[in-house]
T-cell receptor, first 114, second 110 residues
Framework: EPEVTQTPSHQVTQMGQEVILRCVPISNHLYFYWYRQILGQKVEFLVSFYNNEISEKSEIFDDQFSVERPDGSNFTLKIRSTKLEDSAMYFCASSEGVGVYEQYFGPGTRLTVT | GENVEQHPSTLSVQEGDSAVIKCTYS??????FPWYKQELGKRPQLIID?????GEKKDQRIAVTLNKTAKHFSLHITETQPEDSAVYFC?????????FGSGTKLNVKP
């Protein structure tokens, strides 16, 4: 069964540094998402992406964040200048269609900002 | 924006008993309501979902009900087993934006 993959599984970075989290969505999926989950808390929506542009974004997704589909397979989340409070698990997800279609989650990247 | 409330935050049941988790949402435009199971350190996995044009959906031991008028939806697990122990999240979706509840930690005691 096809799966969403994410790299790296764990990223440690210093405050103020830029990080790029990578995701490979399921190949025939058209919609891509990023979520974050602070340890012990709920999953929070960051952004959805379709047809090479942002479809929706949450209040969390400020100017420090950006997303990109640099080629036909990868989907990236960039945090420009990391803060301590960016420490969380970041999940990528993809779906075939919009809204009412099942989202498939990747295994997550644990980001630790020191 | 949408606000999803979920309760209880923890639920402990005896193996074989039923478990019910409830969620409410605020945005009447929400039209898709998935439920996810998340085991410790793992990714959320969809266990059942319901669309706004349906009132109830069942899949073996799991069922979900939706009351659009009252803006609440519930997850029902019957004949619980120890492997059902996990954190369960509800979510509500408006178009392409998803809002999750705060999660329910279900503990099924053998």
């Amino acid at each position: 069964e096809p799966e969403v993959t994410q790299t790296p599984s764990h990223q440690v970075t210093q405050m103020g540094q830029e990080v790029i989290l990578r995701c490979v969505p399921i190949s025939n999926h058209l919609y891509f998402y990023w979520y974050r989950q602070i340890l012990g808390q709920k999953v929070e929506f960051l952004v959805s992406f379709y047809n090479n542009e942002i479809s929706e974004k949450s209040e969390i997704f400020d100017d420090q964040f950006s997303v990109e589909r640099p080629d036909g397979s990868n989907f990236t989340l960039k945090i420009r200048s990391t803060k301590l409070e960016d420490s969380a698990m970041y999940f990528c997800a993809s779906s075939e269609g919009v809204g009412v279609y099942e989202q498939y989650f990747g295994p997550g990247t644990r980001l630790t900002v020191t | 924006g949408e606000n999803v409330e979920q309760h209880p935050s923890t639920l402990s049941v005896q193996e074989g008993d039923s478990a019910v988790i409830k969620c409410t949402y605020s945005d009447s435009a929400s039209n898709y309501f998935p439920w996810y199971k998340q085991e410790l350190g793992k990714r959320p996995q969809l266990i059942i979902d319901i669309r706004s044009n349906v009132g109830e959906k069942k899949d073996q031991r799991i069922a979900v009900t939706l009351n659009k008028t009252a803006k609440h939806f519930s997850l029902h697990i019957t004949e619980t087993q120890p492997e059902d122990s996990a954190v369960y999240f509800c979510a509500a979706s408006t178009f392409n934006k998803f809002y999750f509840g705060s999660g329910t930690k279900l503990n099924v005691k053998p």
